[in-house]
Structures are given as C-alpha cells and as structure tokens.
C-alpha cells in the first residue's frame, strides 16, 4: 500500500470513528435528556473544572452505548439503576437523580417504593431504609409541583392493588410483633413507607412483615419486573450467584425474554463495574443452557 493510500485509509477510519461517537452521544443526549427533563444535562458541565470531557464519556458510554440499547423499556431500566444503587449503598446523590429520573418517564411511586422494598431481603434493612430516605426526599421536593400533575401513579411496572389494606383483614395475619419489635428495623422501614405510602405501609404489615397469606394478591410490580430489578440486585452486589440465576429463571417463567435478563445485567457494567457485568452474564448463560 502506498503512503497516499494508507494515508486515505486512516482518514476515512478517524472519519468513522467520529461518526460513531457522535451518533452514541447523540442517542446519549436523546436518552439523558428524558431522564433528566432538561435540555442540556448537568453531566456535560459538571467536571469541567477537574475532569474536561468525562461528562462527554458519561453520555456516551452509559447512556448512549448502554441505556439506549434496545430490549429493555426505558422506566423499567430506571428502576433497574434504581435497584443497583439501592442494593450498592454508596452513591445516594446518583440513586436521587435516578429515582427523580424514574419519575420523569413515567415510573410511579408504587413502583420505586417497591423495587426498594423488595431488595431488602438482598441488600438488608440498613440499605432499604437509606434508600426510602433519598426516595422521600424526592418526592417531597415534587409534591404540588406543576411537573407532577397529570403524571400517573401506576407506571409500566404496577400490577393491579386490589387487594385489603388494612392488617387486619388478612385473616389474623397483620400482626406487628414480628418486624423486628419496637423501633427494630421492621419499624422503620414502615414508618418511612408510611410517610411515602400509608395504604402500602399497611400492606406491608400484613404480607411482608406478617405471616403471609398465599392467597392475598401482591399489589405493586409485575412478576417480571419484580424478578429483573431482583437481577439488578444481585448482580451489583457481585456475591449472589445462586440467586442471580433462579431470578433469571423467574424472569423466564413470567414471560419475559432471555433479552429482558441480558439488558439487565449488561446495565450493571455502568453502575456495579465490567466485572460484575461479565459474572452475571456467564450466570445467565448457564441459566440460558438448562431451559
């Protein structure tokens, strides 16, 4: 090859390469944008200071390589990052943005309160409660908002809330002794869902933190959501295995598609680090390999 040619050739390569990373930060920009109900996201200013450029990095890897991709709905994949932070307990700033975000596309409050609610069981009591304060904080800051009128409380996540409330209407299963007793962490977790959601908080009293009734419907997520925010979980966590593939298998049984699990998972190269992406998928793959 000539030096002309080769010359030509790297021309036409650089000439690719910035078309290709225009287009992810365009679907970036696209994306954040939503996320964030702004024009121009804080990101792209924030680090200028320290960090020229990372904000750019940011748009582009995490929300225009990954957020963007197609496969998973965009609120579902809200409440994905909302659940990797809530499970991760170390970036309260980010986990408030998202759950703002989770609101600005559409995600309702039933269903961020109960992505947290349910990872108690995977990231504990101190990270739920932690994570109900940030979500608190939210959405006192929108209440009487002109933002929030007309914004539905049910988002794509929500299953019909059509059973009893009241804990004492699950036949004798409300009991309050068996949260962890008096201002355990039981308690606190329902006194901060009560400030959010008494109806739910009720609920709560009655199916989670009673003896369950198996015949009371579960209001709040779907199964297939309710099992990919489980996936997030165990993913950024990182030490989950076993349970990172039965809730892929639990995916799979609620009718949802081995690209449901995968997006899930390949989100958490963002928020839990490549590693943790790479785990959970070779889970999923042996998952994928029994059914």
Known sequence: MSAHSAASAAASAESDDFADNHDRMERGLRTLRRIEATERPGILDGFQDIAPGFGELIVGFAFGDVCSRPGLELPTRQLVTVAALTALGNAAPQLEFHVRGARNVGCGRRDIVETVLHLSDHAGFPATLEALGVVRTVFAAEAGSARTIGRSEDGPGAKAHDGPTSPTSH????????????????????????????????????????????????????PRTRAIVSVAACTALGTRRPQLMAHVHEILDAGGTRQDAVETVLQMAVYAGVPAAVNGLNAARDVFRTR
């Open 171 to 222: 036949g004798g299963h409300g009991g309050t002794g068996s949260h962890d007793g008096p201002g355990g962490a039981g308690e606190q977790v329902l006194a901060s869902v009560r400030a959010i959601d008494p109806a739910l908080a009720d609920f709560l009293i009655g199916n989670a933190f009673g003896d369950p009734d198996p015949a009371a419907p579960r209001g709040g997520l779907d």
